[in-house]
Every structure is written in C-alpha cells, then in structure tokens.
C-alpha cells in the first residue's frame, strides 16, 4: 500500500507549489491513475514516490515505511519505473536492457537470462529474435513493450508508470492497453499510472485521482467520477459524452428488470451477458433493431434490458 | 629562393626525418595534458553542482584560444625561459578548449529521458555516470581530441621559435637560410603528421561509437 500525507512540493525559484497538500491511499494490487491537464502535478507525485524528487514536506510511506528513510537507489530498484519516452539505454541490447535492475541486484547470470526471456514473452516479444537486437531497431509499441518488461524485471510489487502507452498511435495503444490489463490480472501489482487522457483513466482504473493545478480535485473509481463529478472542472475534463461513457462502465445486470415483471424475456430476439457492459446491450439492440434485450447468466436468462431503462438511467445520472 | 629538386629529396629523406619523433612528442604530450585537464572540467561542469559556472570557464577557455600561440609563449618566456617546457605548456592551453567543449557536448548530447530512466530503475549516480553518460558521449569527446590533435600538430611548428625543437626547426631554418627544400619538407611532414593523427583518432572514435549513432 502507497500511502501520502500531506505531501506538497515547490520547486525552486517557484513560489506556486507544482503538488500542494495531497493526501490519499493507493491499496495494494490496484492500479491508480493520476489524471489531469499538463503542469497539474501528477507527473511530480509519481517522481515524488520513487524520490526522483523529494518533497518540499509532506510524507510517502510504502507498507507503512516512511521512503524518505530509505536509501533512494535501493529504494527505485523495488518499483517499477515506465516512462512515456521509454528512454531504453541506446548501446545496449534489449536483453541487457531488461536484465537492467537484476544485474543491479546481482542476481546469478543464468537467472537474468531466464528472466529476460520468460518477460520478453510476456510482454509479446519473441524472445530469440527481439533479445540481441539494440533498441533503435525496434517500433515504437515493441520499445514500450520492452519499456514495461524492464520495469516488471525484478518483480517489483509496485510500478510508477507515466504516460506508458503515450508515445504510439492509438491502434497500438488499445492493444498495450487491454494487454496490459490482462497481465494486470496475473501479476496483480500496486501501480500509479499517469495520463492526461480520461478515456485512459477510465479504461485503466481502479481508482482516479483528478488534479488541477497542483490540487487533488476529485478521488474516486471511475463510476464515481462519471455519475457523481465534484465540479466542472471534472464534468470537462469526462467531456459531453459522460452518459456514453457511463454506459460503459455499468454492467448490464445493473439495469435490467428482473424477469416477474418481464415475463416475455425468454422472447427476446437477442442475448446478452450479464458482465457485459450497457454499451453492448445498445449495440446488439442497434444490429437486431430491437427496444429490448435479454440478459444470460451463463446459459440462464435472468431479466430483460430494455431502452426506456437506459434513457431513465441516463437522465438520473447526469441530472440536467 | 632557391628550389633544387636533389636538396629536396635529401630534406625529405634524410635532413626531416630525424624530426618526425621529436615533433610526434610535441603533439602527444600537451594533447594528453590537455584530455586530462579539459576532460574532467568537462564532466564537472555538467554535473548538477557546477553547471551554473559552464559559461564562466568556457569565456574563459574561447578567451584562451583568441590569444596566438606565439603570444603564449611570450607571456611564459619570463617565467619559463627558453625550451621544451614552455613550448608544451602553450600548446597544452591551445589544446583545452576543443576537448573541454566537445565533452561539454557530449554529455550534454546523452538524451534526458536515458538518464531519466537509468536513474528511475535504480543506478546510483556514479554508474549512470559510467555505464550511461562516458559510453554514450565518448565518441564526441574524441572527435574533439582529434580536432585538438590536428590544432596541435600544426601549432607545434612554433615550438622551434623558443627552442622547443620539432618540425618546425626544419622549416625555421629553410626560412634562415633561404631554402624552400627545407621549408616545404617540414611543411609536408606536419601536414602527414597531422593525417595520421587523424586517421588513427578516427579510427579509435569509430571503435567507441556504439552501432545505434553510425
């Protein structure tokens, strides 16, 4: 668990500070996204975690350990550090690359080279053929791809990852992006992720903290934040498509009737999921040019969704 | 002047050669001087601490380098006197700038995010140092030991003025004794001392520069 107190950093030759007073808690195997426009401080919070820049006052405790006790080198060998511009070291293999923070942590040879191998398959990368190439010779997505396998390298339970999925074309990004979610599942890591896309942070989090200027505007899952913004800086910020989005997020199960007062649900001309997301329920009713689908539970068909219930919850949730 | 084709062959091959060494020296010597002199004000000079004060000493290096290298020795001559010591002691200051600059940079070329990332994984500040910032901007810094090589190898030739020996007593003494034989022997000694030195600091340079920057 990531944990900060009060935390406030003014740079120097500054009198507005770039993170002021903020506090929250980041649970274990969650992952955590700091959204917010350019210069809002989210940046410096992640830097402030692994204390490539300390704070002004304020404390950051990791499992309840105070980090600024810590020694900083040893403490950034146990986080994962992903960066948008990925900044892999141009002389050196991917191999060597990957192997980075192992070797730092003198791990035996044999066991760096196994590690490297079974992360660049994680990560999507053929091993043999992308391990002795020099980074310059890679795409942008594999670079990146290297980028998290570097971070992951030595298992660290927490990675600060800033804009990871930044600097490639939106084709790759969703592929990384629900890659990287399916990895998630596995290795179920603490992470603080930055971005200054909202849809990214709805996509990615557990958990969104919104930022303004240096202030925490707003913490929340992204239901939170999509039902309930705390201002308009927050309501921008979603866009005007906030219902759509919602949508999204709401599994269909939680609008649909349940099958007393919709007796013709076995009738229905189409199906759906019951984890599936209202969006689909929309898109299969639009292919079937049906007012109503019905819900599954595996085999069983539990309820009905009907289009009157998502205008009424849509006009419930965004209120005006 | 007098020009003999006979005189000339015995200048190039048996009055200058003796010189070759002598002359190699002169370069060599101030140009390991200088490396070890400009190449660590170099790197302190990018390093967090002592980056305010890079514009300070480099005014005062370009400074150094207006000033002709016969100047130089006339400033030393009262201290110094006459001889070897002075005549390396100019060229050595003639010497700095190119290689404090290019390692200014070199190491000022090292991409941040890089060193961003290094320090980010967790390598302390000597082996960013080491592993990152020497390999990656090695190669600039040589080519500014190769610029300085080839300065050197042409402004040793002043070294004879003040006794200092070297190629450049080939040719004084041809401009003494009015005999272009001499002169343009000396001349096309330096001018292959210089080539060499070239060649084979490009050589070394291209050695060091990781495949990535070819």
Known sequence: ?320 | MNFEFERFVIAMFDRAPPYILEHMQLVLIPLAIATAIAFPVGVLLTRARYRRYSGRVMGIFNTGQTIPPLAVIAVFFPFLGLGYRPAVIALTLYALLPIARNTLAGLAGVPLEVKDAARGMGMTEWQTFRQIEIPLSLPVVMSGIKTSAVLTAGTAALAALVGGKGMGAVIFAGINFFRMELILAGTIYIGLIALFLDRVLSFIEARMTPSYMK
């Open chain 1, 1 to 320: 668990m990531i944990q900060l107190e009060q935390v406030k950093k003014i740079f120097p030759q500054t009198t507005v500070p770039a993170v002021d007073e903020i506090t929250f808690s980041i649970n274990k195997g969650n992952i955590c996204v700091f959204v917010g426009p350019s210069g809002c401080g989210k940046t410096t919070i992640l830097r402030m975690i692994n204390r490539l820049v300390e704070p002004t006052s304020g404390n950051i405790y990791i499992d309840g350990e105070n980090i600024l006790h810590v020694n900083s080198d040893e403490l950034r060998r146990r986080i994962g550090y992903v960066i948008q511009q990925v900044g892999l070291l141009p002389h050196r293999t991917i191999e060597q690359n990957v192997g980075l923070v192992p070797r730092l942590l003198k791990w035996p040879e044999a066991r760096i080279k196994a590690r490297v191998m079974e992360l660049l398959e994680v990560v999507g990368l053929d091993p043999s053929e992308t391990a002795w190439k020099y980074p310059y010779q890679l795409s942008g997505g594999q670079m990146q791809r290297v980028g998290v396998a570097r971070a992951l390298a030595a298992d660290p339970p927490i990675m600060l990852m800033d804009e990871p999925f930044g600097a490639v074309d939106p084709i790759v990004r969703g592929r990384l992006q629900d890659e990287f979610l399916r990895l998630q599942q596995e290795v179920k890591k603490t992470i603080c992720f930055v971005t200054h896309d909202i849809n990214e942070a709805l996509k990615m989090g557990d958990y969104i903290v919104v930022m303004n200027k240096g202030k925490l505007v707003q913490k929340g899952t992204p239901m939170e934040l999509l039902s309930e913004p705390a201002n308009d800086f927050v309501k921008d910020l979603i866009g005007d498509d906030r219902g759509v989005k919602l949508l999204d997020l709401t599994r269909a199960e939680s609008l649909m009737m349940v099958p007393e007062s919709y007796p013709v649900a076995r009738d229905c001309p189409c199906f759906i999921d019951a984890i599936q997301p209202v969006k689909m329920a929309l898109e299969v009713m639009m292919k079937n040019d049906s007012d109503v689908v019905g819900v599954r539970r595996g085999d069983k068909v539990i309820g009905t969704l009907s289009w009157t219930e998502i205008k009424k919850h849509i006009h419930r949730i965004s209120g005006d």
